[in-house]
């Protein structure tokens, strides 16, 4: 990753300056007196994204001088709360978070090929404390790997762009056993009902659910050892930066781990955000369950939001969840469910003990598939366990549609 010296940072997570369209076309713009945030400059006025275009005879505040209204006639075509504005000019992203600053040169070289922990990374621009690791800079481009693993989401601020290159790759992502995608889990993941066991069969963990609902667990014998369900309800409407949610453990002594969610990461600019290469969230499949166990329910995807005054996406945008994992028969183990790809392909569900109890594979493909598939039913021994649902993906901002593979569609 390669950054342009900028700033050091200084966060704010709530009560920052929010530019709205209550305030648009009401502050005047000049080269040297910007618009702040994601507000563009119009006929030498501040126009928010989402409002109407400005007159150029409006007779407004000044950037430069917020109180230069007091002076002035008032515009009847201006709403009344129109006028009063005292508007910073250093705050950047309008949705799930907003970053503001103050001039200070830094200069983050060298992140391409590296792994942050955003719970200790040095390179974190706020204290251990955020809710956050923030890395920001004046231009920021991506063009090797950056992986973010630890409980705290990513948050990346180029000020004036920021882009992931053809061959840039940022991965928040989980993995099986360890390894959570930054700011994997959330407080705000439902919960189900747990898989059942007997002496001699076992359910199948069910998926997590975040954007699309988990698949259900696999059940195991006529009665006695129902397979997990996953959690209802699930919503894109996301209010906080959060990953997504992990699955449930397989039934049974044996019973196989639940895979966790993808992770968080929000990509924000004041200029063009452009995404040729990859950005990934996926959850990680379901763990195999050893003999008799049933097979770990595949962690849903997790969070990826874009936030920039034009949005462009060629590449890959994957919040996917994984795939079950298999249930363990009499003699034989079964395999861990997979992650989807770094295309969009779902991840697979595990192979069961004897190619039984099969785990189901987690969300992805087509547009339409949001929820988890099911772990397969056996009628002895250790079932699958359910693939995770689809994370959630959000864009604000002008977005091109660059013919890019978003999974699950955006919102």
Wanted: aromatic content about 2%.
């Amino acid at each position: 990753m390669r950054l342009v010296p900028l700033v050091a940072c200084a966060l704010v997570w709530a009560g920052c300056y929010r530019p709205g369209s209550e305030n648009n076309c009401a502050i005047r713009c000049t080269n040297a007196q910007p618009c702040a945030g994601a507000m563009s400059c119009e006929n030498g006025l501040c126009r928010d994204p989402v409002g109407p275009a400005c007159s150029s005879d409006a007779v407004v505040a000044d950037a430069a001088d917020p109180d230069a209204y007091l002076d002035a006639p008032v515009d009847a075509s201006l709403s009344p709360d129109a006028q009063l504005i005292d508007a910073p000019t250093n705050c950047w992203g309008r949705d799930l978070y907003q970053h503001c600053q103050t001039p200070a040169p830094t200069n983050f070289a060298g992140l391409s090929q590296l792994t942050i922990d955003t719970d200790s990374s040095a390179l974190c621009a706020l204290p251990l404390s955020a809710p956050a690791c923030v890395l920001a800079n004046g231009i920021i481009t991506l063009d090797g790997r950056l992986v973010a693993r630890g409980s705290r989401p990513l948050v990346l601020v180029g000020v004036e762009q920021l882009t992931v290159q053809i061959e840039g790759v940022l991965d928040v992502s989980s993995g099986l056993p360890g390894s959570p995608g930054a700011g994997a889990g959330s407080s705000a993941c439902g919960t189900g009902i747990p898989a059942g066991a007997t002496a001699s069969n076992s359910g199948g963990g069910a998926g997590g659910t975040f954007g699309g609902r988990g698949g259900f667990g696999g059940s195991s014998g006529t009665a006695g050892a129902p397979g997990g369900q996953p959690a209802a309800n699930p919503s894109s409407n996301v209010t906080v930066p959060r990953g997504g949610c992990p699955g449930s453990t397989g039934a049974g002594s044996n019973g196989a781990i639940a895979g966790r969610g993808g992770g968080a990461v929000i990509l924000i600019t004041g200029g063009t955000l452009t995404v040729n290469g990859k950005v990934l969230a996926r959850g990680a499949g379901g763990g195999g369950a050893d003999l008799n166990g049933g097979g770990g329910g595949g962690g849903s995807g997790g969070l990826i939001a874009l936030d920039g005054i034009n949005v462009i996406v060629t590449g890959a945008l994957i919040a996917a969840g994984g795939g079950g994992g298999g249930g363990g028969n009499l003699s034989d183990i079964g395999s861990a469910g997979g992650a989807a790809s770094e295309t969009g392909v779902p991840g697979p569900g595990g192979v069961g003990g004897m190619a039984l109890g099969n785990g189901g594979g987690g969300s992805g493909g087509p547009a339409t598939l949001l929820n988890g598939r099911p772990g397969e039913l056996v009628d002895r021994s250790g079932a699958g366990g359910g693939g995770g649902g689809a994370g959630v993906i959000r864009i604000r901002g002008n977005y091109t549609d660059g013919t890019g593979t978003i999974v699950p569609p955006r919102t």
